[in-house]
T-cell receptor
């Protein structure tokens, strides 16, 4: 049974602080990992993806991947109230390339307190 | 920018009706997907397609079918709608290659009464 686990939250972080979102996955053969942001009533939008061990930075966002521990995280620096949303971790658990669809965690609800 | 367009934002149908949800993408993506999203259950894959006339079952295909007659269009069909199919339906598309992200449509909120 393929699984992607996230803490549902809510995770409350003061404005300007670092928000840390975590995700674990069950299939050791997974190859691609994605973070999506979803505002209430809207569809998910891609923040970033990672497929190599280590860190990947894009602006205020850093994705971290540890395949040995089957763990992926997202750090948001200098958190802003506009970052308040649900963050979805998604994993490509099949052959790679997303051809078989992604498996999503249930999401972490992040609240940035002004 | 990738555009994935779902034909209806809100839809209300009666139990037993046949329901069609349409999705069109304009980026020549090979892959297309239908997910449903429910509170507490997250996003769950219903069906996907990696080519015209090809379809594969996802995690929860029961009660649904799909059609892909053209590369840009992927339809989800509820043969006989039931109240437990009330949900948000999200269409997505992507390229057939490693690290290709999914691009989502705006979603269709379906209510079956």
């Amino acid at each position: 049974q393929k699984e992607v686990e996230q803490n549902s939250g809510p995770l409350s972080v003061p404005e300007g602080a670092i928000a840390s979102l975590n995700c674990t996955y069950s299939d050791r053969g997974s190859q691609s990992f994605f973070w999506y942001r979803q505002y209430s009533g809207k569809s998910p939008e891609l923040i970033m993806f990672i497929y190599s061990n280590g860190d990947k930075e894009d602006g205020r966002f850093t994705a971290q991947l540890n395949k040995a521990s089957q763990y992926v995280s997202l750090l948001i620096r200098d958190s802003q109230p506009s970052d308040s949303a649900t963050y979805l971790c998604a994993v490509d658990m099949y052959s790679g390339g997303g051809a078989d669809g992604l498996t999503f965690g249930k999401g972490t609800h992040l609240i940035i307190q002004p | 920018d990738v555009k994935v367009t779902q034909s209806s934002r809100y839809l209300v149908k009666r139990t037993g009706e046949k329901v069609f949800l349409e999705c069109v993408q304009d980026m020549d993506h090979e892959n297309m997907f239908w997910y449903r999203q429910d509170p507490g259950l997250g996003l769950r894959l219903i069906y996907f397609s990696y080519d015209v006339k090809m379809k594969e079952k996802g995690d929860i295909p029961e009660g649904y079918s799909v059609s892909r007659e053209k590369k840009e269009r992927f339809s989800l069909i509820l043969e006989s709608a039931s109240t437990n199919q009330t949900s948000m339906y999200l269409c997505a598309s992507s390229y057939l290659k490693l690290d290709s992200p999914l691009h989502f449509g705006n979603g269709t909120r379906l209510t079956v009464t």
